[in-house]
């Protein structure tokens, strides 16, 4: 019977993992960069992204949007709408 020794390197595959999360937000890292650091970027990453959950929008009756952002007030709106069925 043949013994095949199979290594298994959880911290290694789950920090490649963190690095391919960062470098898909556009975050490009040292080659060398020590496992903390990375660990740091990841949590600090997490830590600012915005979650996509719907919001209620109020407007003052004062308000005014410069016309060179109009359009994308329109889309943030449209979006608000088609998302509440």
Same mark, same amino acid.
């Given at each position: 019977?043949?013994? /095949?020794?199979?290594i298994?390197?959880?911290? =290694?595959?789950?920090?490649?993992?963190?690095? @391919?999360? $960062? @470098?898909?937000?556009?975050?490009?890292?040292?080659? @060398?960069?020590?496992?903390?650091?990375? $660990?740091?970027?990841?949590f600090? *990453?997490?830590?600012?992204?915005? =979650?996509?959950?719907?919001? /209620?929008?109020?407007? =003052?009756r004062?308000? /005014?949007?410069?016309?060179?952002?109009e359009?994308?007030?329109?889309? *943030?709106?449209?979006?608000?709408n088609?998302?509440?069925?």
């Amino acid at each position: 019977m043949k013994v /095949t020794n199979i290594i298994i390197d959880f911290q =290694s595959d789950w920090i490649k993992y963190l690095v @391919n999360e $960062l @470098n898909s937000f556009g975050l490009s890292l040292n080659p @060398n960069e020590e496992m903390n650091d990375i $660990l740091i970027k990841y949590f600090n *990453l997490l830590r600012r992204l915005i =979650s996509s959950i719907l919001r /209620t929008v109020l407007k =003052s009756r004062e308000f /005014t949007c410069p016309p060179e952002l109009e359009r994308g007030l329109q889309i *943030l709106e449209e979006k608000n709408n088609v998302d509440r069925g």
